[in-house]
């Protein structure tokens, strides 16, 4: 697509108001993270894991402003890229960040396909073992692709849906915790405050550990930016939005850490494939809760991977237009207007990832592909909040923006930085796997260079990799 085609395509219509982009963000965060991790983090820290989850929120939050001030003074949909573009100019490094969050959108969704699998084998009483439990995450994930090729706007009509019962799910057990701690046996306030690192790990090391993993539970915020072309009055909407989205995020998720450790014992929360699942058995033994919860956690991790493969196979058709992938990853449905190549490339990297995990991960599967994608997003948060400060030179921009206090985006980028290293204790499986994947995006942009025997290969408008087919 040539780019005067793209420039005589029409805007996007504005139509989301502050109800609406707060669902978007609630639906985006609230999901996997807390579903699935919870016994992962209390396994670094134990009871202490509800501090874990403070600390990845005030990292993000730090973060989230960053993205505030960016996304109103650079209200196009196309986030990090874009930001990456503008701050620095350098072509190479703007496709190295949009292949990142790509990255990141298809381990988010691998996670959340493999946690699906777990509660369905726990559903429906499925045998098989590992087995099986990759065959139905492989299964699932070519559902979502499925719905995305029926096109944009039924994957958001369903998203709407998912994000309502996935928040119901949270509030289940919520009111399973405060129905225990009326007259159970089960509940020990104790564990609160236990703080039990496990190992030979350093209180700080743990911690550090904790709120890598926990930090992949309050992403999604970021997804939001992609929806600034479409927001009425984003400048005045969206900080107040955003930040009350992701404060009530991490309120639901410490409720939801300190309702698990006093209802579940550590050492069961840690070694359990579906931890909420336990923390409502004993909560509330004798009502119907149990036997309803495995379905909702369904829904709700299906709610994370529709989204994070949705702007994934996004991201490829926008960088396929920008001629840094080969142009067939470009190639849109002329029924459904969807990029139905880039959905399926996408797909088959997920069901690589899923089937990598699967044979080569010595540890819980799931924390892999939870840690390498806050592994992924950390780095981009690292740049954003670099971003902010260089961009505070660009005067061009001549609208009024949101500002964050210049300290704010210097601590975020510090904290961030320290996350992706490994001295926070992330194990080394993670950086393996996320450098195979980033290092798979370098090969394949560098033979699409190659091939087309072309010098000007490259990003030239990172505003272009936010657009939508049709």
Request: proline residues 4%; contains cysteine; glycine residues 8%.
């Amino acid at each position: 697509m040539d780019s005067g085609v793209v420039a005589e395509q029409p805007r996007l219509r504005r139509v989301m108001g502050p109800g609406l982009l707060l669902l978007f963000i609630l639906g985006d965060i609230l999901g996997t993270g807390v579903y699935a991790l919870i016994g992962d983090v209390a396994a670094e820290v134990g009871g202490a894991a509800w501090v874990a989850f403070l600390l990845a929120f005030l990292i993000a939050a730090m973060t989230a402003l960053s993205y505030l001030e960016l996304v109103t003074k650079y209200p196009q949909a196309a986030g990090a890229a874009l930001y990456a573009q503008k701050a620095f100019g350098n072509q190479f490094v703007t496709f190295l960040v949009a292949f990142v969050v790509m990255c990141a959108a298809i381990t988010s969704a691998s996670t959340a396909s493999r946690f699906f699998a777990a509660n369905f084998v726990v559903a429906f009483h499925f045998g098989w073992g590992t087995v099986g439990v990759t065959a139905i995450a492989l299964l699932f994930m070519a559902v979502l692709a499925a719905v995305n090729l029926r096109g944009v706007g039924e994957s958001v009509k369903l998203n709407v849906v998912l994000s309502g019962i996935e928040i119901t799910g949270l509030c289940l057990v919520i009111f399973a915790g405060l129905w225990a701690f009326v007259g159970s046996q089960h509940v020990d306030y104790s564990r609160v405050m236990a703080f039990d690192t496990g190992g030979d790990k350093s209180v700080f090391v743990a911690l550090t550990t904790a709120t890598s993993l926990a930090f992949f539970a309050m992403t999604g915020f970021e997804d939001s930016v992609n929806m600034a072309e479409e927001t009425k009055n984003p400048v005045r909407i969206f900080p107040r939005v955003l930040l009350a989205g992701l404060s009530i995020a991490a309120a639901v998720y410490i409720v939801v850490a300190i309702v698990s450790v006093t209802l579940v014992p550590i050492g069961e929360l840690k070694t359990s494939d579906t931890p909420l699942l336990d923390v409502v058995r004993l909560g509330a033994p004798g009502l119907p809760i149990k036997d309803v919860l495995p379905f909702i956690s369904m829904v709700a991790v299906s709610n994370t991977a529709l989204i994070s493969m949705l702007m994934a196979s996004r991201l490829i058709y926008g960088m396929s237009r920008q001629r840094v992938l080969p142009t067939v990853l470009g190639a849109v449905s002329r029924a459904r207007r969807a990029p139905w190549v880039a959905i399926l490339f996408t797909t088959a990297i997920a069901f690589a990832v899923i089937l990598y995990v699967t044979a080569f991960a010595n540890t819980d599967a799931i924390e892999v592909l939870g840690g390498t994608t806050s592994l992924l997003l950390l780095a981009v948060f690292t740049m954003v909040n670099v971003a902010v400060l260089v961009l505070r030179r660009d005067s061009r921009a001549g609208r009024r923006h949101f500002r964050t206090p210049a300290p704010l985006p210097a601590i975020g980028c510090v904290a961030s930085l320290y996350l992706v290293t490994p001295l926070s204790g992330r194990p080394s499986q993670q950086y393996l796997l996320a450098g195979i994947l980033v290092m798979s995006g370098v090969v394949l942009s560098l033979l699409t260079v190659v091939l087309k025997r072309r010098r000007d290969r490259g990003i030239t408008d990172a505003a272009a990799l936010g657009d939508a087919p049709g």
